[in-house]
């Protein structure tokens, strides 16, 4: 049913483009007429082409029985509508169509009620689908496709009536302002946006948390099972029977949630902002396990964690997402990874210690330095004199900027 809107709803834009072209030419066609009778008549092109009825084009473009029943689309259109029209729009069919369809549409039959003068009817038909996109987002709170659908038709939906709206001051003649005033409405759609965008990040939030601190600083970083030693391995209720978390687990989820954005030809800055805060999470999430944990402080966890990164990276910027900061909020944990691999003996080592870790505070890298374990008995521990050299080179530094300012 929804399928043949789909195939046809394309052509309405066509039909009333063709009544259009052809007023123009019986207007340009008379010559004796007035300027004042021809701004008139441009006056009742546009309201045609702004009010021409959805119910009127659907009967003109829909494809009718050869009998005289009506199909149960048409039929239900005709004597409401706006009955039904809601509930085709928001069920799983809507993922099928176009992006931005559904709100297209909506807009469509809320234009048709306001010009015909039916103020009541426009507001309480603007609150209802208002109220129907807020059920489908409460209905679909862990479906990532059906959140990115209604963030892009909540979205654009409330453009077009902020566009539309009667507070609105237009110059340009194509855009006819709506009759009543949709203040409240276009409020509320605009905080059902970012309900739907805090949503489309809590569902890839909820799938990345078990895997967050596992899978930046696991073996090798790829994929297969993770090779602990009996003991750690016994004791981990997620190794029995099962597979550890693996790098291409978190990608997997990543490509998830960009592919149902993009789907949605949503902004990209939008997509950009999202990919920003993830990585930023993801970044936040493994740096506090080195500052927490011990084990994670030693030269060997640390080419893991790089390698890791590298193909984070590598991911972020094949989908060109690396603009928006993605990759610049993974700096602090890249450079408490090159500090896990760096010498840390001589008066040198501590120099390009500091010139290298610029996003880290010196309680960050002292801390761990403090923390870092040798992974062989060919590796030594950090000295407590090379961490007072390292301090003392940091409080040099900050004088040194004080005195400068």
């Not at 987002?137 to 479906?143: E, F, G, R, T, V």
């Not at 489309?200 to 909820?206: G, K, M």
């Not at 090159?338 to 870790?357: R, Y």
Request: include cysteine; glycine fraction near 4%.
């Amino acid at each position: 049913m929804l399928s043949e809107w789909q195939t046809n709803f394309w052509k309405i834009s066509y039909v009333v483009n063709t009544i259009s072209g052809r007023m123009r030419l019986r207007i340009s066609g008379v010559a004796c007429s007035s300027r004042a009778r021809m701004c008139e008549t441009e006056a009742e092109l546009r309201d045609l082409k702004n009010t021409s009825t959805l119910r009127r084009l659907l009967t003109q473009v829909l494809p009718v029985s050869s009998t005289s029943q009506d199909s149960p689309c048409l039929t239900e259109l005709k004597s409401a509508p706006t009955s039904g029209l809601l509930e085709y729009l928001r069920g799983d069919m809507a993922l099928t169509l176009p992006p931005g369809f559904a709100a297209s549409v909506l807009f469509l039959c809320l234009r048709q009620i306001n010009q015909g003068g039916e103020h009541a009817r426009t507001r309480s038909f603007c609150i209802a689908f208002v109220s129907a996109i807020k059920a489908v987002l409460k209905k679909h709170c862990n479906d990532l496709d059906m959140t990115a659908l209604w963030l892009k038709n909540g979205s654009l939906l409330h453009d077009l009536l902020a566009q539309h709206s009667s507070k609105q001051t237009c110059d340009s003649e194509e855009i006819v302002p709506l009759l009543v005033d949709l203040g409240d409405q276009i409020r509320a759609l605009n905080d059902l946006c970012i309900q739907a965008y805090q949503q489309l990040l809590s569902i890839t939030e909820a799938r990345l948390q078990n895997i967050l601190s596992e899978n930046i600083s696991s073996l090798p970083g790829s994929a297969g099972k993770r090779p602990l030693s009996r003991k750690r391995a016994s004791s981990d209720p997620r190794m029995i029977g099962g597979e550890a978390p693996s790098m291409s687990s978190l990608l997997r989820e990543l490509r998830a949630l960009h592919t149902a954005m993009s789907r949605q030809a949503l902004a990209p800055e939008l997509i950009e902002q999202a990919f920003h805060q993830l990585t930023y999470l993801m970044s936040a999430s493994a740096f506090n396990s080195l500052l927490l944990r011990k084990d994670m402080c030693s030269w060997s966890r640390g080419m893991q964690i790089r390698y890791n990164l590298s193909l984070l990276e590598e991911w972020l910027r094949s989908r060109e997402l690396s603009a928006g900061g993605a990759v610049t909020s993974l700096e602090p944990l890249i450079q408490a990874v090159q500090l896990l691999q760096m010498g840390k003996k001589t008066e040198s080592d501590a120099q390009s210690l500091v010139q290298t870790c610029t996003a880290l505070s010196s309680q960050q890298i002292v801390k761990i330095l403090t923390l870092y374990t040798p992974h062989s008995d060919l590796d030594e521990r950090v000295t407590l004199n090379f961490i007072r050299m390292v301090q003392g080179l940091f409080k040099t530094a900050l004088t040194a900027r004080l005195h400068s300012s």
